[in-house]
Nanobody, 119 residues
Framework: QGQLVESGGGLVQPGGSLRLSCAASGFTFSMYPMSWYRQAPGKERELVAGITSSGSRTNYADSMKGRFTISRDNAKNTVYLQMNSLKPEDTAVYLC????????????WGQGTQVTVSS
């Protein structure tokens, strides 16, 4: 079975930065497109960013574009989310996901890591 374990969440002030990591195991990481989602209380889960299996292409939700950067290191079986210029509305549980190749269906979900942006 595949597993995804996020880390790096925490409390940060508005305007600050945070780097999330997601360590994958139990599947061929380099063959899977990866994504970050987030979910805040009372809100639907939303896609934050996605990256192709090779890392050649990325995509972002409009509200995150220019502030967030998704990357991956296939040698380390790890995907990252660099978050800059954080805003209180970025507060959410951030989840890592492995997508079935050539589809938008998620095969594996991480447990999530809490990001809180406040002063």
């Amino acid at each position: 079975q595949g597993q995804l374990v996020e880390s790096g969440g925490g409390l940060v002030q508005p305007g600050g930065s945070l780097r999330l990591s997601c360590a994958a195991s139990g599947f061929t990481f380099s063959m899977y497109p990866m994504s970050w989602y987030r979910q805040a209380p009372g809100k639907e889960r939303e896609l934050v960013a996605g990256i192709t299996s090779s890392g050649s292409r990325t995509n972002y939700a409009d509200s995150m574009k220019g502030r967030f950067t998704i990357s991956r290191d296939n040698a380390k079986n790890t995907v990252y989310l660099q978050m800059n210029s954080l805003k209180p509305e970025d507060t959410a549980v951030y989840l890592c996901a492995a997508n079935i190749p050539n589809s938008r269906v998620v095969r594996y979900w991480g447990q999530g890591t809490q990001v809180t942006v406040s002063s």
